[in-house]
């Protein structure tokens, strides 16, 4: 085994906690990550980690040797990227993650044309509404709809996406249409959440004549999933706060309704996020402008 795998390896058991989860992450089975991670306690004469039935914890060893693993990692990164900044051959993985709705319209689709533009990058795709840990989870490129709230990061805008808000003509039919922001909070209305664990206490954004107004929505429906969301609005079960590219057609329809044109949600930019440490990477680059230029392309013919 190489002996660079196996540190690779036991970073992300180190970032990860677990041996299935690494393994997943590197692409090997749990037991030849195991078989990696006790190779390295051989080769370095030492225990790497406290096991438990649970989870793996570093031992004091393990603290002190993560540290310099990681920079071992990063420099051979580093070093590989600038060679293939040189030679124009762009080489390695990307690990890149998007919200569920947006990461299926439009960043899943592209991944087989950027490989086959960049056939020698491994591209792995992980699509979740949670709120994804860029920098822990070892992510290299995260395309999101929102703000940068952490200085460690790097942002590129891509562009600012029109939200609406919207149910199905059963539900308006059945529990009145909205005609101003206080009638979301009444408790006549059903909102349809997103959530999931951690996430932060729940609000809408409103454009109101008197500007920005955030409003504590409730419901009882809530989804880690937008599209989920999306559905049960299309069934009757609530309203909905949705970016405008994901539920245009619906609206084109009929099947779905816009509400409060008067006071429309704020706008969200899309934006590209990475590590600091990957801006100079080239992989990374050509990533964010290979789908800063389909999101562009494919939002604007959705919006048509």
């Not at 940068?148 to 600012?160: Q, V």
Request: charged share 30%; net charge neutral.
């Amino acid at each position: 085994m190489s002996y660079l795998d196996n540190i690779r390896v036991f970073v992300r058991v180190v970032e990860l906690g677990t041996l299935s989860s690494a393994g997943r992450d590197q692409r090997v089975t749990p037991a030849v990550a195991s078989n990696r991670i006790k190779e390295l306690e051989r080769h370095l004469g030492v225990r790497l980690f406290n096991r438990t039935t649970r989870k793996l914890s570093p031992t004091e060893h393990g603290r002190v040797f993560y540290l310099g693993a990681v920079k071992i990692i990063e420099a051979v990164n580093e070093a590989e990227s600038a060679i293939a900044d040189l030679s124009h051959n762009p080489k390695g993985s990307l690990r890149i993650t998007a919200p569920l709705g947006l990461g299926r319209r439009l960043i899943a689709s592209g991944i087989p044309e950027f490989h086959d533009r960049y056939p020698d990058i491994e591209v792995r795709l992980r699509l979740s509404d949670h709120n994804v840990d860029i920098l822990s989870e070892g992510v290299d490129v995260a395309f999101k709809l929102g703000v940068l709230e952490d200085s460690n990061l790097r942002m590129r805008g891509i562009l600012n996406c029109q939200r609406v808000v919207c149910a199905a003509p059963g539900y308006l039919e059945k529990r009145g249409t909205p005609e101003t922001p206080d009638a979301l909070i009444d408790d006549k209305h059903d909102c349809l959440l997103l959530r999931y664990p951690g996430s932060k206490e729940y609000y809408w954004t409103l454009q109101t004549p008197d500007g920005i107004r955030k409003l504590e929505i409730g419901g009882p429906y809530d989804s880690d999933d937008g599209d989920v969301l999306t559905q049960w609005a299309l069934e009757g079960r609530g309203i909905i706060n949705k970016p405008l590219f994901e539920v245009k057609a619906h609206l084109n329809d009929g099947t779905l309704v816009e509400i409060l044109k008067d006071t429309p949600p704020a706008s969200v930019q899309l934006a590209a996020i990475y590590p600091h440490k990957r801006f100079q990477d080239p992989k990374v680059r050509l990533m964010i402008d290979f789908m800063a230029e389909r999101c562009q392309r494919m939002i604007g013919k959705m919006l048509e």
